[in-house]
């Protein structure tokens, strides 16, 4: 299956409501302008007002009668996740798409304390699935779907430590990071199989992608030879950002996905059409996943009640 087909090979999505965080650019984008151009409705769930409205216009541009429309999430800021979950008013919710997030920024914290990465890539989707998942369990066929990284290989999470306040490095806090998405991925699948439900938790990465979440931090520091070279990697060898997408897209819509399973480009993790891709060992670790979704919820203040735990 190439990179195109599967593209075109999207399945009718008419009549399901999908939710995805972080749509103003790059993979996020591409994801919800394909799940819109296949008949879904899309909330474009983003930070900045300005950008979200105008992603949802680019995306009616390139499909005409796309059924789009922005809604101001802010992952930073807990108080934001429960807002955006209380206006939800839909009664169904078919995909849930946790791709918002962020990559190796200088030690910052969240509104509610927390470092930044993990408090954005995990802790923010993690509350936003707990305050949705009444909806997610009512909706027959309904995925979660979190967007971890091929980096989740730096580092195992470290629960002494979750908001690497000793000894701050951010491509080890990234790391950490995406070993929680897989890890919630996997406690997630665990718990709604045993209460018989037949949502799909399963995960998916981009392999090296062109976007701008490579520059950010850099950005951020004003490193400008560091962007400029990171820039020339995204042109050289990244493969575009729209590849990138399909192992998400793959994941929210293939026929026969199953839960915890993690999905990625073909060839090395790095480029190339969706299949299965490698994880490290700890990602599947029932204990490591059980305390990290204890602490998650000491943290946010978010009980997955529906789950009877």
Same mark, same amino acid.
């Not at 151009?37 to 409205?53: F, M, S, T």
């Not at 306040?165 to 718990?191: C, D, M, P, Q």
């Not at 062109?210 to 950005?219: D, F, K, M, P």
């Not at 820039?231 to 199953?258: C, D, K, S």
């Given at each position: 299956?190439?990179?195109?087909?599967?593209?075109?090979?999207?399945?009718?999505?008419?009549?399901?409501?999908?939710?995805?965080?972080?749509?103003?650019?790059?993979?996020?984008? =591409? &994801?919800?302008?394909?799940?819109?151009?296949?008949?879904?409705? $899309?909330?474009?769930?983003?930070?900045?007002?300005?950008?979200?409205?105008?992603?949802?216009?680019? =995306? *009616?541009?390139?499909?005409?009668?796309?059924?789009?429309?922005?809604?101001?999430?802010?992952?930073?800021?807990?108080? !934001?996740?429960?807002?955006?979950?209380?206006?939800?008013?839909?009664?169904?919710?078919?995909?849930?798409?946790?791709?918002?997030?962020?990559?190796?920024?200088?030690?910052?914290? &969240?509104?509610?304390?927390?470092?930044?990465?993990?408090?954005?890539?995990?802790?923010?989707?993690?509350?936003?699935?707990?305050?949705?998942? +009444?909806?997610?369990?009512?909706?027959?066929?309904?995925?979660?779907?979190?967007?971890?990284?091929?980096?989740?290989?730096? !580092?195992? =999470?470290?629960?002494?430590?979750?908001?690497?306040?000793?000894?701050?490095?951010?491509?080890?806090?990234?790391?950490?990071?995406?070993?929680?998405?897989?890890?919630?991925?996997?406690?997630?699948?665990?718990?709604?199989?045993?209460?018989?439900?037949?949502? $799909?938790?399963?995960?998916?990465?981009?392999?090296?992608?062109? &976007?701008?979440?490579? %520059?950010?931090?850099?950005?951020?520091?004003?490193? *400008?030879?560091?962007?400029?070279?990171?820039?020339?990697?995204?042109?050289?060898?990244?493969?575009?950002?729209?590849?990138?997408?399909?192992?998400?897209?793959?994941?929210? %819509?293939? +026929?026969?996905?199953?839960?915890? !399973?993690?999905?990625?480009?073909?060839?090395?993790?790095?480029?190339?059409?969706?299949?299965?891709?490698? *994880?490290?060992?700890?990602?599947?670790?029932?204990?490591?996943?059980? *305390?990290?979704?204890?602490?998650?919820?000491?943290?946010?203040?978010?009980?997955?009640?529906?789950?009877?735990?």
């Amino acid at each position: 299956m190439t990179q195109r087909r599967y593209a075109n090979d999207i399945p009718d999505q008419s009549g399901r409501t999908a939710v995805v965080t972080g749509a103003n650019s790059g993979i996020g984008l =591409i &994801t919800a302008r394909e799940l819109a151009r296949h008949g879904a409705r $899309v909330l474009l769930a983003c930070r900045d007002e300005r950008r979200g409205k105008e992603a949802a216009a680019r =995306i *009616r541009g390139a499909v005409p009668d796309a059924d789009v429309e922005f809604a101001e999430l802010d992952l930073a800021d807990l108080s !934001s996740v429960r807002e955006f979950a209380a206006a939800y008013t839909p009664d169904r919710l078919d995909l849930l798409i946790n791709n918002a997030g962020v990559m190796a920024l200088p030690y910052r914290r &969240t509104a509610d304390g927390f470092e930044t990465q993990f408090g954005v890539n995990h802790l923010g989707h993690f509350a936003l699935t707990g305050l949705l998942l +009444p909806k997610l369990l009512a909706t027959p066929g309904a995925r979660v779907v979190s967007v971890s990284s091929g980096l989740h290989a730096l !580092s195992n =999470i470290d629960m002494g430590d979750l908001n690497s306040e000793r000894n701050y490095r951010r491509w080890i806090a990234y790391g950490r990071s995406k070993t929680a998405n897989l890890l919630f991925v996997h406690e997630l699948a665990r718990r709604t199989a045993a209460i018989g439900s037949g949502l $799909v938790a399963a995960a998916a990465h981009p392999g090296y992608a062109s &976007t701008n979440l490579q %520059t950010a931090g850099v950005r951020m520091e004003n490193r *400008r030879a560091a962007e400029r070279v990171i820039e020339f990697g995204n042109r050289i060898i990244a493969q575009p950002a729209a590849a990138g997408a399909l192992p998400t897209l793959y994941a929210a %819509t293939a +026929p026969g996905v199953r839960p915890d !399973s993690f999905t990625g480009p073909r060839v090395l993790g790095w480029r190339g059409a969706p299949a299965p891709s490698w *994880r490290a060992g700890w990602t599947r670790n029932d204990v490591a996943s059980e *305390r990290l979704w204890v602490a998650s919820e000491q943290l946010t203040g978010v009980t997955f009640a529906s789950l009877g735990a």
